[in-house]
Every structure is written in structure tokens, then in C-alpha cells.
């Protein structure tokens, strides 16, 4: 039946990913003769074959981040990520983009596939020499990378529809919070619908709200903050492999974090100058109070359990030490730990009344991978740290052309985000162009390199203005 | 403009949606038209996706266009597709080619929500959303999420970050300190993920329960413990009570015990300026509040049930104000097994206030009257037989059946006799006989002399047989000279008129006598054994070798 392969495929699809990701990575290691290398064979083509009797064909493509399976994109769990990544790489540094098997294939037909792949890579022309090898393979095909459309137009549509689910959620929480104080009741339907846009375009266009949170130092902090640290809190979650309703929950338990605030006086909350003991009793009391707010106006349901939950815990370290002091020690929940590190994170790079210079986003990572084990969950920062990548979002950077740009987003090679060029090489200020340094020129070089990186703030450059 | 075809086909999919939503509302899952809607629903689609590859459907407030074309026409709010689908936000509904028959099954049973009545705490975009459907792709318009008076907030917003945006002079600036600048070094290194960490993240997700409501609770308390004033302390406890409710509204009757056994811990143990006891009483008084019983109930007669156990322990935190809403469910619970819990619920309940449990024996059905009579003998408070004694005229049989095995039980004093002596003249059979047993095992001597003289009235002659026997066996406990004389006396009798029924007399005095293994009888049932009456004969013989043997006979 027909539905019935429909269904079988979305199951399989993520462990054909991983396991050709088990024979390429065994392969590597030891050679494709080897026992490893064949015994993951054996158990992949079988697989491949079932499903190839039930869909005609089996093809794998890599577009942008993710893998397809005969068109329809993998998900899959976490386990699942060092083994993607690995692939992604491999088939990115040779320039390929998809394996598509036609026919029924045996042990053979992979082994070709898998020394000519291994081989390829030291090939001066990897894809070529890929092509070449496979050749005289009738069952087993490989494509080009697909060159992502990202002409102008394209770009300028997903910067729009970004930058819509930006602003419409920042004033959303505003008029949340302005509710909130005013005693109203608040449409928690609503700020669900908001966060959904958030995931999708998540989901989607990756990098560009993450380039969003570069958007801070503003008057209205706390609304843009909660928004920021919704947004990033839901690019951790996603790069740890949480699904969908587990994404939107998180955003929505984010996104109130600091629903206590409302309760501190603003002439507290916005002193310019050094809180007494007193006020920093004040402000640290704003956890217990998000919690009655959050359970008075949103009443108790699973998301705001959860929402309450992160209110209360997310000043909360991992060594038990912050605030509130509980009497009893309890584990910190897994949301109220990505909160906490992505709050500071934001907090740190945003200019506050009490800490009017930000840090730089490197800065910033750099504090606060001194305080992973301590304040910080170890393990979650070294997975946010691979989020924001060597080069955050919003990074001031000299490339080797001698063009000054500001980090945009990422891609596959950490070391070779995607850059907004806004002065050009003679020193020009140009409207801002686009670079993807992980791109190659046709006679397999990269053009562009990142020389060194500049601090934004001092010289006031902010990629918001860029985006908007 | 689309092909007049098309538009009639689709026209004709909208339609069957609309009467899948009905039947999809009407019958269970398991019903087989339920079944037959969703599969001839998407048999209908499919038939279209034979020559299209999409249907793209806009959504108006009234109207459903495909392209550009209007294929329905909605009027006021019932079966208003369009509104139902336009008045979140949604603008583009678009199935798509591929549409596989559960995908099409999900997106029906959203469809056949009801938002309005129904308590649906998500709208029909969140629902879709959830569904993350391959085949079924949709926009929304999200202006509908803003205030009005947050219209023109990005205008402001991108206005105010341009205008502190870098000048000339900073970008030149910066500019020349990158080319100056030696320093290539970055600030941090990226340290790939390993399996390791991969590992440790799955440990991670593992301890994050799926039930988040035992960590809500610690939180609650330590906020309780938290509160620094009288005002805070009364907001917390409120939020507890609720979060006590939303786990028994979840059938989660376990936690509720949990914050109960806290609550009284709490008031236990800790002191505090103000008088929490007062405020932490707001909690267990929602615990034991109608609605809340309501749903217990409700909960014990749907499969898994609660166990008795659980139940008995929730009780316990219970005061004697829940005991009339416990009636009342009493009588509305379908199952034995829950009907029986609830009556261990009363007996422990009714222990605290004997006469609100007692209100229960006017309730206006029978049944419960009769499970609270049980409950009273239960509580065993000798108060509770006065409070019997005011049911003893009960309208139903059945209940003065039961209050008068209970009365017997109870050995109470003269008054409970005096009742029962009323008894034997109910217009049941199984009442009297039931109130003679009463007598028996109230066993005094007033109790006797009723016996007797109820025995020794003429009109007893006429009584039914197997009703006399019952009110001989019962005169045989006492086993003295009066009864006994009483009997010989009886078996003696000669009678001229009715003397049927004066065998009939004879035959369970013999009984009774053999009941009772006096062997002074014996000569006397040996002449009646002798009786040319074969009835009388075979009474007679059991009853002497009931008395030589012993039991047996
Ligand atoms: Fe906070
Ligand atoms: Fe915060």
C-alpha cells in the first residue's frame, strides 16, 4: 500500500542518513575491504532495498542543512546528530549533493561507491573524481550540490518575513506585559501563535533571526530580551534535537522568563546607578514573581507549568548557588538550564542601565564558558557555543580581501560564516552585500577568509541597522 | 480563472468536509461510519488529485475562494467553514497531491472540534501547526497577534535603530584600526561535539520528566516558605488549591494527595507571622468543594477507576463538609466497585459528623438510603441508631428492610424494639420476617413477649407458611420453659374449625421444638409422628431426630 511505504520512509529515512554516515566514517578509519565497513554495509543495503522495492528509487540530498529522502526532510533525533553533521561535511567538501539509488544494489555496488568517495577527497577535483568513479554504476547515480536560490530577490522576501516575525513578536510581548500590569487578561492562544512563527522560521531560514537577536540596545530592553532569548532558547533546543511541540513550549516558557519583572518598581529596575542590598533583594525576587503571574493569568495547564517552571529556576545555577535559595536542593529542569545560558548570553551582549557596554558575542562566550560547571550546565554550553558558532552572529570581522564586514549567519564549516560586506575593499561604504566564505570558486578555492575580528560597539556598528 | 470542472469538484469536497465534521462529531472513532466518512472523504480527494497537484484554498470571512472563484458560501456561524477557518488568521489552506488517508483523518477530527463549547485550550492554527502535516501547507495572517495600539511598533522600532546607527566617520574608523590591527587570535575555540556529549545530552533529556506537575508542586512550596507577607501567603495558597484541582480535573488523584499531605505538613512544622492555618485551609477546602467530588466521581465509574486505597487516603484529608456532596454522587455512580469506595469514604466521613451523614436517610432514593443505614451500622457510633430508628417508616421496603437487620444488629434498647414491634405488621412479607429476626437478635424480654404475643393472636393463623416457620425459628433462640410450654401447647392444640391452618401451626411449633432439643418434647412429636397426617408425621419425625442427633436432620 501505498500510504503504508509513505509512512515506512519517514522511519527509515533517518537511519539510512546515519548508517551511510556508520560506512563513510568506518571507511575512513579503516578501508572498504575492512570487517567494520562490511558489516555496515550488510545491514545497510538490505534496508536500501526494501525500500527501494516499495518507492521506485532511493535518493539522499543535502539542501542547505538538512537531508532529504526522496523529497521529504529527516528528522531526527539527537542521537543521530554527530553522525549527520559528519555526512553533511563530507558530502559539502566534495561538492556533492545527493546519491540516488535506482535499482536494487549489493555489496559491490557500495563498496565502489565507498572507495571512490574516500579516494575523492584528496582528488584536486572531488566531485569530478567522485563522478568518474561511479561512472559505469547503472544502479548508483550522484548529483551536484544545489546551489541554494539565494539571488537577491529570495533574500530580500525571507528578510522581510523575518523581520515581520520580529518585530510582531516584540510587540506582541509588549502588549502582553503592558496587559499584565494593568490586571487584564492575557490570550495565551496568541503568544502560542507567535512562537510558532518563531520555530518555523527557525525551522527554515536558520540564521536570520538568530541575526535578529542582534537587535538590543533599545529602549524597550525587556520586551526585545524576552523575545531574544525566546528565540535563541529555541535554536538550542533545536540544534539538541527536540521536536516541534517540545520547540514551541520552550519558546513559550523563554519568552515570560522575565514575566516577574513587571512587579519590580521601574525606578528600581531601571536605577542608573548601583542598587542598594534592598533593590538587589527587589530584583531578585522577580522569579517568584513571574511564577503568580504566569499561574494567576495563564491558570495551570502542561505550558504554563512549564513557563512557571523556568520563571522560578532560571537565576538558579548548576552548582545550586544564584537565587531564589530554595530550602530543599532540587535538579534544575532541562528547560530552566538552556534559559539560564541563553539569558545571560543576551544579557551580557545588550546594553543595560547597570552594565552600559555590551560585551562582543566572543566575549561573552568566552565568560561564559569559564562559568560552564559552575553557574552553567557544562554540556548544554558546549552545544550553544557550536550554535553561535566561532563567529557569532553579529561579529565585526576583516576578511582577507581587506573587506570589513559583520557576521550574518552561519553554515556547515564553522570557520566560514556567511558575511554582510558593508565596506569594501577600498575602504568604501557599500549598501551591504552577501558573501558565503564556505563557498568555493569554480577552480575549487575559497576567495574569502576571516582575518581578524573588531569589537562592533566601539565604533557603534550594529548589524540590526543592516537587517532592517 | 480556474476550469468550471474544477471549481464543481471542489464545491463538492468542501461539501463532504462539511458532512464529515458532522459524522466525525456524532459517532466515536469505533463507530463504522466514522470509518466510512474519513475514507470516503479522502476517496474524494484523491479522485481530484488524479489531474491536480494542489487544491490552494483562500479563506475569507464568509466565503472560500479557489482561485479566485467562490466554491462556498458560509452564513451565519453553524457550518461557517470559512469563518471557522479565517476567524484565527488562517488565509491559505492548500492540500496537496500525496495526501495520505491519516493525514487527512487528523486535519477532519481538528475540523470537527467545536471551539466554542468545547474546552479546547488551543485554536485550530496551534492544532495544525502541532499536526506538522506533509501535505497539507497553510498561511496565516499574523496581524491579527498585534494590538492595535502596537499597528506601527516595527516603523518605530526600525526608525530608532537607524537613527543611532553608525555615521561615516565610525565606519571609516573602524575601517583603518582592522587594517592597523595585528591581532588575528579569536576569542574562543570551538570545541566539536562529540559522541560523549551526545551521550550526555540523551542523559539529560532522560531526568526531564514528562510530568512536570511534582516540580510545580516543590515550587509552590518553596514560595510558600517564600511569602513575606500575609498577601503573598494567601496568593500562593490559591495557586496550590488550583494546581491541586487541574491534577484531580487531569485524573491525577495521586499529586492532589501529595499537596494535601503538604499542606498539612506545611501547617504542621512551620510557623509564621500570620494565620497560615486559616489560609492553608482554603486548599483542602477546595479538595473536599462539589465540583471537585463531582469529578472524583465521575472518575471512579470511567475505566482505570481509582483504587480504593487511593481514594481512602484522599478522604482522610477530608472534613466532615464533604459528606452530603459524597451522597450525592453515591447516587449517581454506575459502577459496585465505586459505589462500594464511596461507602468507605462515608464510613470514615461519618465517624466526624453522624447527624450530616444521617441527612442522607431522607434522600430521595431508595438505594442510598439503604447504603446509608449500612454506613451508620459501619460507623458504629451508638448515636446512630436514634437517627435510624426516625427512617423506620421509609417508603421502600427495601430500606426498612435493611434498617431493621440493622436495628437487630445494633441490640439496641427498648425504643429499637418498640420500632421493630411496628414492624411486623408491614404489608411485606420479607419486612416482617426481617423485623422478627430483629427481635431475635435483640433477644430481650420485652422482645420475647412481642414473639409470643404476636404468635398467640388468631390472626397469625392465616399468616403464609414459610412466614410462620421463620417467626418459629426465630421464638426457638429463647430457649426457656415459657417458649417451650408455649409451643407444647401449641402442638397440643385441638382445633375444630381452619384446621389446616392449625396444622400448619403445629408443623413449625414441631420444628421450633426441634430447634430448640428439648428432649422433655419427645413424647409428644412421637404421637404426632403417629399422625394418620402425613404433613404433621414428617414435621414431627425431623424434629425427633433433630433432637436425638443433635444438628443434624
Ligand atoms: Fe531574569
Ligand atoms: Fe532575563
Request: charged fraction near 30%.
Amino acid at each position: 500500500m501505498e500510504s503504508k511505504g509513505e509512512i515506512d520512509l519517514q522511519k527509515h529515512a533517518k537511519d539510512i542518513v546515519n548508517n551511510l554516515a556508520v560506512i563513510f566514517r568506518s571507511a575512513q578509519i579503516h578501508d572498504a575491504a575492512n570487517v567494520a565497513v562490511v558489516s555496515s554495509i550488510n545491514k545497510f543495503t538490505p534496508m536500501v532495498n526494501r525500500l527501494i522495492k516499495a518507492e521506485g528509487a532511493i535518493s539522499i540530498e543535502l539542501v542547505g542543512e538538512y537531508f532529504f529522502v526522496n523529497g521529504s526532510r529527516v528528522k531526527f533525533p539527537s542521537e543521530y546528530i554527530v553522525s549527520f553533521e559528519f555526512l553533511a561535511n563530507e558530502f559539502t567538501n566534495r561538492g556533492l549533493g545527493s546519491i540516488t539509488f535506482s535499482d536494487s544494489i549489493d555489496v559491490n555496488d557500495m563498496q565502489t561507491l565507498v572507495k571512490t568517495f574516500i579516494t575523492s577527497i584528496s582528488a584536486p577535483e572531488p566531485l569530478e573524481a567522485l563522478m568518474e568513479g561511479m561512472q559505469n554504476s547503472e544502479r548508483i547515480t550522484l548529483g551536484k550540490i544545489r546551489i541554494q536560490k539565494d539571488d537577491e530577490d529570495v533574500e530580500v522576501d525571507a528578510r522581510m518575513a523575518v523581520k515581520k516575525t520580529y518585530f510582531n513578536a516584540v510587540s506582541f510581548t509588549k502588549g502582553v506585559m503592558k496587559k499584565m500590569s494593568s490586571g487584564e487578561k492575557v490570550n495565551v492562544k496568541r503568544a502560542k501563535r507567535v512562537v510558532q512563527s518563531m520555530v518555523d522560521q527557525l525551522l527554515g531560514e536558520h540564521e536570520l533571526l538568530l541575526g535578529m537577536t542582534a537587535i538590543k540596545d533599545y529602549d524597550d530592553y525587556t520586551y526585545h530580551h524576552s523575545v531574544n532569548v525566546s528565540i535563541l532558547s529555541i535554536a538550542l533546543g533545536q540544534k539538541l534535537g527536540f521536536p516541534r511541540k517540545m520547540l514551541l513550549d520552550l519558546g513559550l516558557a523563554a519568552l515570560f522568563h522575565d514575566i516577574g519583572k513587571l512587579d519590580i518598581p521601574p525606578e528600581v529596575l531601571n536605577k542608573p546607578a548601583e542598587l542598594s542590598e534592598e533593590e538587589w533583594g527587589t530584583i531578585k525576587r522577580h522569579p517568584f514573581w513571574g511564577v503568580k503571574a504566569i499561574l494567576d493569568i495563564r491558570g495551570i495547564d502542561r505550558s504554563s507549568i512549564t513557563a512557571a517552571i523556568v520563571a522560578f529556576e532560571h537565576h538558579i545555577h548548576h552548582d545550586n548557588t544564584g537565587y531564589p535559595k530554595r530550602q530543599t536542593a532540587a535538579e534544575r529542569d532541562l528547560f530552566s538550564k538552556i534559559v539560564s545560558i541563553v539569558d545571560q548570553y543576551d544579557g551580557m551582549t545588550s546594553a543595560r542601565v547597570y552594565s552600559r557596554t555590551p560585551l562582543t558575542p566572543d566575549r561573552a562566550l568566552k565568560l561564559m564558558l569559564s562559568r560552564a560547571g559552575s553557574q552553567l550546565d557544562p554540556i548544554l554550553m558546549k552545544f550553544y557555543i557550536n550554535l553561535i558558532g566561532v563567529y557569532p552572529t553579529g561579529s565585526l570581522v576583516m576578511l582577507n580581501t581587506k573587506e570589513l564586514g559583520l557576521v550574518y549567519g552561519s553554515t556547515d564549516m564553522p570557520n566560514r560564516p556567511k558575511v554582510l560586506v558593508i565596506m569594501d575593499s577600498n575602504g568604501q561604504k557599500v549598501d551591504g552585500y552577501l558573501v558565503d566564505l564556505s563557498r568555493k570558486t569554480k577552480d575549487g578555492r575559497y576567495p574569502r577568509a576571516i582575518l581578524r575580528t573588531m569589537d562592533p560597539n566601539k565604533y557603534r556598528i550594529n548589524l540590526a541597522e543592516y537587517m532592517l | 480563472m480556474p476550469d468550471p470542472e474544477d471549481i464543481k469538484v471542489v464545491k463538492d469536497l468542501l461539501q463532504a468536509i462539511i458532512k464529515a465534521k458532522k459524522n466525525l462529531r456524532i459517532y466515536p472513532a469505533n463507530n463504522p461510519i466514522y470509518a466510512k466518512t474519513v475514507n470516503n472523504t479522502h476517496l474524494k480527494i484523491e479522485a481530484i488529485f488524479e489531474y491536480l497537484d494542489e487544491i490552494p484554498l483562500r479563506m475569507t470571512r464568509n466565503e472560500i475562494l479557489y482561485g479566485g472563484e467562490p466554491v462556498f458560501k458560509g452564513v451565519g456561524k453553524d457550518d461557517n467553514l470559512a469563518l471557522f477557518f479565517s476567524r484565527d488568521g488562517l488565509k491559505d489552506l492548500i492540500f496537496k497531491s500525496g495526501l495520505t488517508k491519516e493525514e487527512f483523518q487528523s486535519f477532519l477530527e481538528i475540523v470537527s472540534y467545536d471551539f466554542d463549547s468545547e474546552d479546547i485550550a488551543d485554536d485550530v492554527i496551534t492544532l495544525l501547526w502541532e499536526k506538522d502535516f506533509q501535505n497539507i501547507k497553510y498561511t496565516v495572517d499574523e496581524s491579527i497577534l498585534v494590538e492595535e495600539d502596537e499597528e506601527d511598533y516595527e516603523e518605530e522600532a526600525v526608525k530608532q535603530v537607524k537613527e543611532r546607527s553608525a555615521g561615516e566617520d565610525d565606519l571609516t574608523k573602524a575601517y583603518s584600526d582592522a587594517l592597523k590591527s595585528e591581532e588575528t587570535a579569536k576569542e574562543i575555540q570551538l570545541v566539536p561535539i562529540t559522541d560523549k556529549d551526545v551521550t550526555a545530552l540523551a542523559a539529560l533529556r532522560e531526568k526531564v520528566a514528562r510530568d512536570k506537575k511534582g516540580k510545580l508542586i516543590d515550587i509552590l512550596y518553596e514560595m510558600l516558605l517564600m511569602s513575606e507577607d500575609f498577601y503573598e501567603f494567601h496568593e500562593i495558597t490559591a495557586i496550590v488549591a488550583n494546581a491541586m484541582e487541574y491534577s484531580i480535573k487531569q485524573g491525577d488523584l495521586r499529586t492532589a494527595i501529595e499537596i494535601l499531605w503538604r499542606a498539612k505538613t506545611f501547617d504542621e512544622t512551620t510557623v509564621t507571622e500570620f494565620d497560615s492555618k486559616e489560609e492553608l485551609n482554603h486548599i483542602f477546602r477546595s479538595a473536599e468543594s462539589p465540583e471537585i467530588i463531582k469529578v472524583i466521581g465521575d472518575m471512579m465509574d470511567e475505566e482505570p477507576g481509582i483504587e480504593d486505597i487511593v481514594l481512602q487516603e484522599y478522604v482522610s484529608f477530608l472534613s466532615r463538609n464533604s459528606i452530603p456532596q459524597f451522597i450525592t454522587i453515591l447516587g449517581e455512580l454506575k459502577t459496585i466497585k465505586a459505589r462500594k469506595s464511596v461507602v468507605n469514604a462515608l464510613v470514615f466521613l461519618g465517624g466526624k459528623d453522624i447527624a450530616v451523614l444521617a441527612k442522607g436517610l431522607s434522600d430521595s432514593r431508595w438505594y442510598v438510603v439503604r447504603n446509608i443505614i449500612y454506613v451508620l451500622r459501619k460507623v458504629g457510633d451508638p448515636k446512630a441508631l436514634d437517627y435510624l430508628l426516625r427512617a423506620a417508616g421509609h417508603s421502600d421496603p427495601r430500606v426498612r428492610k435493611e434498617l431493621l437487620k440493622t436495628i437487630g444488629e445494633s441490640k439496641g434498647g427498648p425504643k429499637a424494639a418498640a420500632v421493630v414491634k411496628d414492624c411486623l405488621d408491614d404489608p411485606e412479607s420479607f419486612v416482617r420476617t426481617t423485623a422478627a429476626r430483629a427481635l431475635g437478635s435483640i433477644g430481650s424480654d420485652f422482645a420475647k413477649r412481642v414473639m409470643l404475643d404476636r404468635l398467640s393472636d388468631g390472626k397469625f393463623l392465616s399468616v403464609d407458611f414459610n412466614e410462620k416457620k421463620e417467626f418459629f425459628e426465630v421464638l426457638s433462640r429463647w430457649r426457656d420453659s415459657t417458649v417451650f410450654d408455649f409451643l407444647m401447647k401449641t402442638v397440643k392444640k385441638r382445633a375444630l374449625f381452619k384446621r389446616a391452618k392449625h396444622n400448619e401451626n403445629k408443623a413449625v411449633a414441631a420444628y421450633a421444638l426441634g430447634l430448640m432439643g428439648n428432649k422433655n418434647a419427645l413424647p409428644v412429636l412421637e404421637k404426632m409422628r403417629r399422625s394418620s397426617n402425613r404433613f404433621l408425621s414428617e414435621y414431627a419425625y425431623a424434629a425427633i431426630k433433630r433432637i436425638e442427633y443433635g444438628k443434624q436432620g
